[in-house]
């Protein structure tokens, strides 16, 4: 590690340098150190090297993950891991580290062009990277049976078929994926075409993407996870700090102008229930799977680990020095997703309080300053992409939906009552290529005691799918139109979702993407079969 200390980049310390680095083009140099040329019989001998056909990629990168520390607050460096990348071919600006942060670099592609990433795992455990919401050949989705050894490499080559919109990477490992995203390992991969590039959204500067994640910190500025008590890992982790792009105590600097902007929940199982400070509604452009047909207005918005949302804001109206703030609202997760189920206090050693922030709380997610003054005017289309109604009518299985019901029982999550198995796939869990299905998603308790039940969002590798209907609870801070890789069920709900399966044959997986429910086993295969 000394020889990546020594090649490690330079960062700009002014967190302002951050919007510079956020638009498209921004940056022309590497990203990280800690990137040797990969042996090319390592990347020979992975499983997913037996095409037929020459790949010739327009982008390609290396990818890294080993350890590092970061001086996140004044004292002791903070140990973490993380991912650094470089560009081997293509622009180089595509690849955009975020200072000061503990992220991985935000990767920028276009929908058409083919990706290789040569991924190498420095870390001192088993790892692979899942690219969450990309439409990729199963061997190149990041399933756990592919975990790469440390010192190992894994060759993942792919085209984009995605619509324009948020998606991230994260590891993928068995029973370790909680843990490794909680030490750094994550980031953004945005995806933009010809019909998002068309309606002159803000760009640039102007585009800012946002990760919010909640941590602990011991005394001595170290990473705190899991207490190693059940319950905690039945509820789900829950950190006391909220970082914004790997930072604490962040604050957007703005312009008098509008904004895009991307927020994803990284957090490993905190829900938060999002709203502006100031009591304006947000204006919703966009979800997992790209941009809605049109904008949607809501007072509040749900945003569960996984998902994505996009915003518009326009300060074009606020005087330079004015204030605001994106806060999380209060709401019931449940008795267990609450921490009514003995979670409550815990040591927070860096603060050296007794309180945890709990699920369901009311806190500041970010603030918000205007700083400048300018005369760049943007104008929100009232239309923005062209997206065909869901067809419920035409599914396969319209008249016998598969059902999934989320369960716990003997300090256990399970779905349909089974638990993860490497290669294991039921009779109910296999799906003809070419079909297209109505799942259902139930979480409303199927014999377990009220206790027991907890939020779930659902998240199916792979694919992109629809929402055609909620019953149980109403709550108004939904978000389900458009395309959703990920889907969030409070405690008393069900959700019916509209799914195509009209390529790419192979085992994927469906999940809680409460990390610590999926470590435990809340997670399935699913196969698709020609």
Not at 55 to 64: A, E, G, K, R, V
Request: overall charge positive.
């Amino acid at each position: 590690m000394k020889n990546a200390t020594r090649l490690r980049m330079k960062t700009e310390k002014d967190r302002r340098q951050f919007l510079k680095l956020a638009g498209f083009g921004a940056l022309g140099l590497m990203t990280g150190s800690f990137l040797p040329f990969l042996d090319p019989l390592a990347a020979a001998r992975n499983p997913n090297t037996a095409s037929k056909k020459k790949f010739i990629p327009d982008l390609d990168i290396s990818m890294t993950a080993h350890p590092d520390e970061l001086a996140l607050f004044p004292g002791e460096r903070t140990r973490i891991w993380r991912y650094d990348a470089m560009v081997h071919k293509g622009d180089q600006s595509r690849v955009v580290p975020l200072p000061e942060s503990y992220l991985g670099p935000v990767i920028k592609v276009r929908q058409g062009e083919k990706i290789r990433i040569r991924f190498e795992n420095a870390i001192f455990e088993k790892s692979i990277i899942h690219w969450h919401g990309l439409h990729v050949p199963a061997i190149m989705d990041g399933h756990p049976r592919f975990v790469v050894p440390s010192g190992r490499s894994y060759l993942y080559e792919f085209e984009v078929k995605n619509r324009a919109g948020t998606y991230w990477y994260h590891p993928h490992p068995h029973r370790r994926t909680g843990v490794q995203v909680y030490q750094g390992l994550a980031g953004l991969l945005l995806v933009s075409d010809e019909e998002e590039r068309s309606l002159g959204l803000p760009d640039g500067g102007y585009d800012v993407p946002l990760v919010i994640q909640d941590r602990t910190f011991d005394g001595d500025n170290q990473l705190v996870y899991l207490s190693g008590h059940g319950m905690e890992q039945m509820t789900g982790f829950l950190g006391d700090s909220i970082l914004i792009n790997g930072m604490p105590d962040f604050t957007l600097p703005v312009s008098t102008t509008a904004y895009r902007l991307r927020l994803l929940n990284g957090s490993n199982s905190r829900i938060f229930r999002l709203a502006w400070g100031d009591g304006r509604p947000l204006t919703v452009i966009g979800t997992d799977g790209g941009l809605l047909e049109k904008p949607v207005s809501r007072a509040y918005v749900f945003l569960a680990p996984g998902e994505r949302i996009e915003l518009w804001r326009d300060f074009s109206g606020a005087p330079v020095g004015y204030e605001s703030a994106l806060v999380s609202l209060p709401f019931d997760g449940g008795p267990m997703g609450s921490g009514r189920m003995g979670r409550g206090m815990r040591m927070s050693g860096r603060r050296g309080t007794r309180q945890t922030l709990l699920l369901g709380a009311r806190f500041p997610v970010f603030k918000i300053k205007v700083t400048q003054k300018v005369k760049k005017r943007s104008t929100l289309p009232p239309r923005l992409a062209e997206i065909e109604p869901p067809r419920p009518d035409l599914a396969d299985n319209v008249h016998r939906p598969r059902r999934f019901h989320l369960t716990g029982r003997h300090m256990q999550w399970s779905i349909n009552g089974r638990v993860f198995q490497m290669e294991d796939v039921a009779g109910d869990e296999i799906v003809r290529l070419g079909s297209r299905e109505i799942w259902e998603f139930h979480n409303t308790g199927g014999g377990m005691m009220p206790m027991m039940q907890t939020p779930h969002p659902m998240h199916l590798h792979g694919k992109q799918f629809r929402v055609l209907a909620r019953s149980g609870l109403r709550h108004e801070g939904y978000v389900d139109a458009g395309w959703k890789d990920t889907v969030l069920l409070m405690p008393g709900e069900s959700v019916k979702i509209l799914v195509g399966f009209d390529d790419y044959p192979g085992l994927f997986l469906y999940h809680c993407h409460n990390l610590e429910h999926e470590d435990m086993g809340m997670m399935r295969n699913y196969l698709v079969k020609s």
